[in-house]
């Protein structure tokens, strides 16, 4: 006989597997009861690749070799968007003179070790003393899983005229 065999859960990709407390006995044997667990991946390559199932299986043995199997059904998933660094956290507003500033934006993934798409995009519009421009970073993992990052941009010209004269000659 064997108690507490969990049923059917669905994990995240970079989720520990529970480790349930499954026991077994014997009618006759009692406690004379070997008590095996194995673990078989199931996946679907048409799937997103961090889709899989895990069939886990106890197997308990009495010492006249009877034995009594369950199974549990591991769903897991990869449903967490891979993550931009180093993207500007706010918006500027720039005088015309100004640098703008060129930052080093990366992704990653808890699950993909390769990001499958990672991506940058820049839309200026406006005459050039009311300029703006909009950036948009963006990756998507194997599983489509998807993320983005919006940056605007207006430059202005902020800065005065100078008015150059010719030194007084008197």
């Known amino acids: 006989?064997?108690?507490?065999?969990?049923?059917?859960?669905s994990i995240e990709c970079d989720e520990f597997m529970p480790a349930d407390p499954v026991t077994a006995d014997d009618d006759c044997a009692l406690n004379d009861v070997t008590l095996d667990v194995s673990d078989a991946e199931l996946s679907d390559p048409a799937d997103c690749p961090q889709d899989y199932k895990i069939i886990r299986t106890w197997v308990?043995?009495?010492?006249?070799?009877?034995?009594?199997?369950?199974?549990?059904?591991?769903?897991?998933?990869?449903?967490?968007p891979p993550v931009l660094s180093g993207y500007p956290s706010s918006d500027l507003v720039l005088d015309c003179t100004d640098e703008v500033p060129d930052p080093t934006v990366?992704?990653?993934?808890?699950?993909?070790?390769?990001?499958?798409?990672?991506?940058?995009?820049?839309?200026?519009?406006?005459?050039?003393?009311?300029?703006?421009?909009?950036?948009y970073w963006y990756a998507a993992d194997e599983c489509d899983n998807e993320a983005d990052a919006i940056q605007t941009i207006v430059i202005t010209d902020m800065t005065p005229p100078t008015i150059y004269a010719p030194d007084d000659e008197t």
Do not use: H, M
């Open 1 to 9: 006989n064997l108690y507490d065999v969990p049923g059917t859960i």
């Open 60 to 80: 308990a043995t009495d010492p006249c070799g009877n034995e009594a199997s369950e199974q549990q059904t591991v769903k897991v998933f990869d449903t967490t």
């Open 106 to 135: 990366t992704a990653c993934d808890i699950c993909d070790a390769t990001v499958t798409t990672a991506g940058f995009t820049e839309e200026e519009t406006g005459p050039y003393w009311n300029l703006t421009r909009v950036r």
